[in-house]
C-alpha cells in the first residue's frame, strides 16, 4: 500500500502567518492526491485536488503545490476559522490511503 | 446540488451486524463510485473500499474485506454498507463519499458497538 507521511503532526501559528503542510508519498501517485480540512462532529471538506486545484467554495488563501513526491498545502494568511485537522489522500491507486493528518491550532 | 444523506446513529451489541445508508441526490448515481471511510474516535480517516454502482463491483482494503459489504441500489439511489461481527473496534463514524477525488461527503455515521 501507499504510505502518506504528513507533517507536522501538529502546530500552532499566530493570525495572518503563512502556514505549509507537507505530505510525502511512498510511491509514485502523479498529481491524484487531495487536501482535506476536517473540524470535530462534520465532514472531512474538500481543499485541494489533483494536488494543485482549489475546490469549489474554498478560500483563495489555500492553495496546493507538488514537487516530486512532496506536496505541500498552504494558507497564505491564517484565519481563526483555519483550525481543524489537515489529512492528505492519495487516489492513485487501491487501497486508497491517507496521511495521519495535521492539527492546526492558532497561538 | 449533490447531497449524500446517511441513516441515523445506531447503537449495536457486540458479535452482531449493521447496515447503513447513503442516499445520493443532484447527480447520476452511477456515473460515479460510492467510497467508504472510517473514523474512529480521535483518530484518523481510513478508507474501507468502493463500490461501482452501474455495476455492482467492489475494491475492499485488505483490513475490510471480511468486515465490510458493499452494496448499491439503483432504483433508490442508495448506497449500503454492512458491517458484521461488531466488536469494539468497530465503534467510529462511517462516512460515505463520491468518487473521483472523494468530492462530496455524507454527514457521517456514528456506529457504537456496546453490550
Known amino acids: 500500500d501507499i504510505q502518506l507521511t504528513q507533517s507536522p503532526s501538529s502546530m500552532s501559528a499566530s493570525l495572518g502567518d503563512r502556514v505549509s503542510l507537507t505530505c510525502q508519498s511512498s510511491?509514485?501517485?502523479?498529481?491524484?492526491l487531495s487536501w482535506y480540512q476536517h473540524k470535530p462532529g462534520k465532514p472531512p471538506k474538500p481543499m485541494i485536488y489533483?494536488?494543485?486545484n482549489l475546490a469549489d467554495g474554498v478560500p483563495s488563501r489555500f492553495s496546493g503545490s507538488r514537487s516530486g513526491s512532496d506536496y505541500s498545502l498552504t494558507i497564505s494568511s491564517l484565519e481563526s476559522e483555519d483550525t481543524a485537522i489537515y489529512y492528505c489522500?492519495?487516489?492513485?491507486?487501491?487501497?486508497?490511503?491517507f496521511g495521519s493528518g495535521t492539527k492546526l491550532e492558532i497561538k | 446540488e449533490v447531497l449524500l444523506q446517511q441513516s441515523g446513529a445506531e447503537l449495536v451489541r457486540p458479535g452482531s451486524s449493521v447496515k447503513i445508508s447513503c442516499k445520493a441526490s443532484g447527480y447520476t448515481f452511477t456515473d460515479y463510485y460510492m467510497h467508504w471511510v472510517k473514523q474512529r474516535p480521535e483518530q484518523g480517516l481510513v478508507w474501507i473500499g468502493r463500490i461501482n454502482p452501474a455495476n455492482g463491483n467492489t475494491v475492499y482494503a485488505e483490513k475490510f474485506k471480511s468486515k465490510a459489504t458493499l452494496t448499491a441500489d439503483k432504483s433508490s439511489n442508495t448506497a449500503y454498507m454492512q458491517l458484521s461481527s461488531l466488536t469494539s473496534e468497530d465503534t467510529a463514524t462511517y462516512f460515505c463519499t463520491r468518487s473521483g477525488s472523494l468530492d462530496y461527503w455524507g454527514q457521517g455515521v456514528m456506529v457504537t458497538v456496546s453490550s
Open positions: 489522500l492519495q487516489y492513485d491507486e487501491y487501497p486508497f490511503t
Open positions: 510511491q509514485g501517485i502523479g498529481n491524484y
Open positions: 489533483y494536488a494543485t
